[in-house]
């Protein structure tokens, strides 16, 4: 009977814990949270505020680091500045929530709802954003650094000028988008879905696009040196002025593509489909086109039917 009460004590003293770390309940730094909605510049690292109410709360300049916010109501809410660093917003609603300056490096943000958030300038690096939710979000000079971002969904988002230097956005659906003048070297973005999404300038270089979907894209003037490019569909996207040295488009689909003034030097253009692209002015020094399909191309030294 001893043993039990033993037991039975222990039990209650970890669920006691347990509760205080998840629901705050022991913690009085959150009392001022939840009476006021927010705390602008509190110090709330570590805090348990799972499954708590903020919407609209002012946390501007507070400081989260590795704060529980698991299901957390944070529509809305003002972030600007704020530090998350290390924090876990795993399924948080932060829609239309203002994240400007804000340090989210390496939070645990997989399934967060993030649709017409903003955040110019927010940081993200290293943080696990799987199967998170964008889209509408307007994030101009984010950085994405490392983040994993695997079927994350980002319809119609503003990442112009963002960093996703080998960020992995495996399957994400990104249609839409716009990542004019982005930085996504070394990034994979494998079977990922980018149809009609502006690059035009972007930086893609030894990228990963396999299986990619990037149909109607706009990659005038992208760099895409050395990226993997297998298998991808292309159809009818411009790539006026782009630079594709060595560049892996073997099994490519580039019916109808623009690639007018494009830098195809080395280039592996390998069983392609080139039916009505447009190569005019391109450089195809080295470029390799063994089986690729020619009809109604468009070549440096006329119109190609071979393929019909």
């Not at 347990?18 to 730094?29: A, E, K």
């Not at 695997?150 to 988002?157: G, R, S």
């Not at 035009?200 to 109607?216: F, P, W």
Request: proline share 1%.
């Amino acid at each position: 009977m001893r043993k039990f009460l033993k037991f039975f004590l222990a039990a209650a003293i970890l669920l006691a814990v347990i509760s205080g770390w998840l629901f705050g309940h022991t913690d009085s730094r959150l009392r001022p949270v939840k009476s006021n909605n927010g705390c602008p510049g509190c110090d709330l690292r570590e805090a348990g505020l799972w499954w708590t109410k903020l919407i609209g709360a002012n946390l501007k300049g507070a400081d989260l680091s590795r704060a529980n916010l698991w299901w957390a109501d944070m529509q809305n809410a003002d972030l600007r500045n704020a530090t998350f660093q290390g924090a876990n917003l795993w399924w948080t609603d932060l829609r239309g929530a203002k994240m400007d300056g804000a340090n989210m490096e390496s939070t645990s943000l997989g399934r967060a709802d993030l649709r017409g958030a903003s955040g110019s300038g927010v940081r993200f690096n290293l943080a696990d954003m799987s199967g998170t939710n964008l889209s509408v979000g307007s994030f101009p000079g984010a950085h994405f650094r490392r983040a994993h971002m695997l079927q994350a969904v980002m319809k119609k988002t503003d990442l112009r000028g963002a960093d996703l230097t080998e960020a992995n956005l495996h399957a994400a659906i990104m249609t839409g988008s716009n990542l004019a003048e982005a930085l996504l070297v070394g990034a994979s973005l494998t079977g990922t879905d980018l149809t009609e999404v502006n690059f035009s300038g972007a930086n893609l270089q030894r990228a990963r696009l396999t299986d990619a979907k990037i149909q109607r894209a706009d990659l005038r003037g992208a760099d895409l040196g050395r990226a993997n490019l297998s298998a991808a569909n292309l159809t009818g996207a411009d790539l006026r002025g782009a630079n594709l040295q060595y560049t892996n488009l073997t099994w490519s689909n580039l019916s109808s593509a623009n690639l007018m003034g494009a830098n195809l030097t080395g280039a592996n253009l390998s069983a392609a489909d080139l039916t009505d692209a447009n190569l005019w002015d391109t450089i195809m020094s080295g470029t390799i086109m063994d089986g690729a399909k020619l009809c109604n191309t468009k070549l440096p030294r006329g119109i190609d039917n071979s393929g019909c």
